[in-house]
Protein backbone atom coordinates (compact mmCIF):
# COMPACT_ATOMS: atom_id res chain seq x y z
CA UNK A 1 0.00 0.00 0.00
CA UNK A 2 1.16 3.24 -0.52
CA UNK A 3 0.74 5.50 2.37
CA UNK A 4 0.35 8.66 0.60
CA UNK A 5 -2.84 6.20 -0.74
CA UNK A 6 -4.28 4.25 1.59
CA UNK A 7 -7.19 3.11 -0.63
CA UNK A 8 -4.42 1.94 -3.53
CA UNK A 9 -3.34 -1.71 -3.67
CA UNK A 10 -0.92 -1.15 -5.89
CA UNK A 11 2.01 1.24 -6.87
CA UNK A 12 0.48 4.78 -7.72
CA UNK A 13 2.08 6.13 -10.59
CA UNK A 14 3.20 9.99 -10.80
CA UNK A 15 0.30 12.09 -11.50
CA UNK A 16 -0.22 12.74 -15.17
CA UNK A 17 -2.93 14.33 -17.38
CA UNK A 18 -5.90 11.75 -17.71
CA UNK A 19 -6.80 11.34 -21.58
CA UNK A 20 -9.97 12.30 -22.87
CA UNK A 21 -10.88 8.79 -23.64
CA UNK A 22 -10.22 7.94 -20.12
CA UNK A 23 -12.64 10.19 -18.52
CA UNK A 24 -15.27 9.49 -20.81
CA UNK A 25 -14.39 5.74 -19.72
CA UNK A 26 -14.63 6.71 -15.84
CA UNK A 27 -18.09 8.65 -16.29
CA UNK A 28 -19.73 5.92 -18.63
CA UNK A 29 -18.95 3.24 -15.82
CA UNK A 30 -20.53 5.17 -13.53
CA UNK A 31 -23.42 5.41 -15.66
CA UNK A 32 -24.06 2.06 -16.04
CA UNK A 33 -23.37 1.91 -12.07
CA UNK A 34 -26.36 3.76 -11.71
CA UNK A 35 -28.89 2.74 -13.86
CA UNK A 36 -28.13 -1.17 -12.55
CA UNK A 37 -28.66 0.25 -9.00
CA UNK A 38 -31.98 1.04 -9.89
CA UNK A 39 -32.94 -1.35 -11.34
CA UNK A 40 -31.59 -3.02 -8.93
CA UNK A 41 -34.09 -1.56 -6.81
CA UNK A 42 -36.88 -2.35 -9.05
CA UNK A 43 -36.17 -5.33 -9.21
CA UNK A 44 -36.41 -5.99 -5.07
CA UNK A 45 -39.71 -3.70 -5.50
CA UNK A 46 -41.33 -6.65 -7.83
CA UNK A 47 -39.76 -9.34 -6.15
CA UNK A 48 -41.48 -7.45 -2.36
CA UNK A 49 -44.72 -7.28 -4.73
CA UNK A 50 -44.71 -11.03 -6.32
CA UNK A 51 -44.12 -9.64 -9.52
CA UNK A 52 -41.23 -12.16 -10.17
CA UNK A 53 -41.63 -11.85 -14.03
CA UNK A 54 -40.73 -8.03 -13.79
CA UNK A 55 -37.99 -9.06 -11.08
CA UNK A 56 -36.35 -10.80 -13.41
CA UNK A 57 -36.31 -8.74 -16.09
CA UNK A 58 -35.01 -6.01 -13.98
CA UNK A 59 -32.03 -8.34 -12.49
CA UNK A 60 -31.07 -9.15 -16.10
CA UNK A 61 -31.04 -5.08 -17.20
CA UNK A 62 -29.47 -4.60 -13.77
CA UNK A 63 -26.34 -7.74 -14.46
CA UNK A 64 -26.02 -5.68 -17.94
CA UNK A 65 -25.16 -2.37 -16.59
CA UNK A 66 -23.15 -3.59 -14.14
CA UNK A 67 -20.97 -5.98 -17.38
CA UNK A 68 -21.14 -2.67 -18.99
CA UNK A 69 -19.66 -1.11 -16.05
CA UNK A 70 -16.78 -3.23 -15.35
CA UNK A 71 -15.89 -3.19 -19.18
CA UNK A 72 -15.40 0.92 -18.50
CA UNK A 73 -13.50 0.63 -14.97
CA UNK A 74 -11.13 -1.90 -16.75
CA UNK A 75 -10.39 0.19 -19.60
CA UNK A 76 -10.13 3.62 -17.75
CA UNK A 77 -7.50 1.60 -15.51
CA UNK A 78 -5.52 0.24 -18.64
CA UNK A 79 -6.01 4.18 -20.36
CA UNK A 80 -4.23 5.10 -16.68
CA UNK A 81 -1.88 2.77 -15.95
CA UNK A 82 -1.06 3.39 -20.12
CA UNK A 83 -1.06 -0.25 -20.58
CA UNK A 84 -3.96 0.26 -23.58
CA UNK A 85 -1.47 0.83 -26.13
CA UNK A 86 -3.22 2.72 -29.41
CA UNK A 87 -6.41 4.21 -27.80
CA UNK A 88 -8.31 2.75 -30.84
CA UNK A 89 -7.82 -0.71 -29.36
CA UNK A 90 -10.87 -0.28 -26.89
Known amino acids: M ?12 PSQPMTQETIDHHRKAAEHHVLAARHNNEAAN ?10 RHHAHLALGHHLHATYHSEAAAKYASGEAGSESSL
Open 46 to 55: HHASGSHEKA
Open 2 to 13: NPDHPHCVSRCK
